[in-house]
């Protein structure tokens, strides 16, 4: 009896056992199964930064030029971006922007300059229903197109994440004013920009030039593509093992990878020049990136009445310029084609007080055309300034002009590989760190660069580390030389497609921003600039739109 009672226990303790460990791996695999999920919703919601950007694969970077995790923590929360939170089985479900519309806040007849206007914008799809998740790209902005008093302002779109967005106007004119909202891409559109960002960065592609003696006093010539080698990115295309020459900086760390010519040595590369473009979008894809650029509730067109205030309040900042300052949003505002800027006091400079203002001046700008309008600007703006042959391709540069008279001498030159152009000559594509890296600096000097859409394809870790390089470089030349002049001018708007979207220039006006924040530069925003002009966009302002940029920047430089 004793001894079928010790039994008896022992098969109640063994099946007690038995039902606390299968608890316990049902509870397992219930969490991994849930941290599995709210993983893959995390990197979803947060796909706006590449799989490449994970902090454990870049701390180690970052940390190498003092940027701390808290720091690469806010960029990370500066790039995120929603997009659809379900399968998108249908383009119908995408947004639509002839069912989109936006509602004027608490509208009244009059408001009186200086105030404050504010917009909804409420997203519905292709069926008429409404969004329920945010992540689409609007661009809003207010304009009055009536004559004399052509005018415009910017206006600051905030994603609320329900399908709705808020939009912000300052009201800085006295007269007519209209909202006008265009949807650049829709979320799901956006989720198509992300995806091919992450994994075909080599949907632009670029030739390399190969030249060497052959036989009996020949010259052999091959051409093959090349790219930038970065985390495999859609490279692996190029082949492995000994596929490729790789042409790595000794200083940057960067390294350009051609396909191996057949017969000559990877030391002929010699010239370098844009290759194509591969469009590997779905069908579906190319439904989605054709709703691009729309304008939505154009029956809208409400009148909005701006007065002016019974208390002589005034538009516009006292402010002198020096670098560090915040750009707000909006950052100035169009009227008759002048800008005003919010920033700091700026003024319009004549050809006579341009020359003044560069005298004694070594100008150095790096960049991509978008920087070399300033440089025709000038040329144009300062008579005595003679641009000298360098018999160089002029899509690359470098470009010299010099006025003896007055000490000028004017630069330009492209910010080095990946770049977009016509055939040139390798040797004259420089990163534009090591430029800086070489320049003394001091009060006679001004430097401004930009960088944007030669890199828009690529992931954006690679961009970010192009920008901090740049960055340290900035910072070791303010501390040999710190009355040396630094602009940085701001990304454009105007590309609209999957090899050139506004989209993924945002991101990268944004990184750009963030790295110098701290830095000490004056930074000149013409992303405002260029997206609220009543003219049609393009990623090469016109006239109005440069001269005006030039007046910001020449104030930067006559502020001292």
Known sequence: MKRDSQEQRFHRERHCLKLLFTGL??????FLVTWAY???????RNSSISPADSESSSSSFYSEFGI????????????????????????????????????????????????ELFVTIHARDFNNKSKHYGGDFFQAKLFSSKSPKKASVFGEV?????????VRFLLPWVGEAQVAVRLIHSSEAVHVLKHHRATD???????????????????????VKCNVKWDKNGLERMGTGDCCCDYKDSRTKETWRCQRPQTLPCSAYVYHAMGGYINRLTEKEKILMKETNQGINKRNKTIINIVASKINKSIGVTQKCHPGLHTPVPAGFYLNDVWTSFVCSTRSFTNQTTTQCLKDKSIYMMGDSTVRQWFEFLLKAVPTLKQMNLHVEYQAGPLLAVDVENNIDLHWRAHGLPLRCLKTE?????????????????????????LGPHFITYPLDFFTHRVLR??????????????????????????KDVFGS?????????ILRWAFQDVGVYILDVWQMTACHYNKENIHPGPVIIKNEMDIFLSFICSK
């Open 25 to 30: 791996c049902l509870g397992l695999v219930s």
């Open 38 to 44: 709210i993983g893959r919703g995390k990197k979803s």
């Open 68 to 115: 701390r995790s808290k720091s690469y923590s806010s960029l990370q929360q500066t790039l995120y971006w929603a997009g659809p939170d379900t399968l998108i089985t249908n383009v119908s479900m995408s947004t639509s922007p002839a069912h989109s519309t936006f509602i004027i806040q608490n509208l009244k007849d009059s408001y009186q300059i200086g105030e």
């Open 158 to 166: 905030v994603d609320l994440l329900d399908g709705s967005y808020s």
């Open 201 to 223: 960065s080599d949907r632009v592609f670029f030739n390399g030039y190969f030249e060497g003696p052959g036989p009996n006093g020949t010259r052999l010539k091959e051409t």
């Open 426 to 450: 390798v040797s004259n594509l420089h990163y534009v760190s090591n430029e800086i890296d070489d320049l003394t600096g001091g009060p006679h000097t001004v430097i401004v660069f930009n």
């Open 470 to 495: 740049i960055r340290k470089a900035v910072l070791d030349l303010l501390q040999r030389a710190p009355d040396t002049t630094v602009i940085i001018k701001t990304v454009n708007t105007g590309y």
């Open 502 to 510: 506004d989209w993924y220039s945002l991101q990268l006006d944004r």
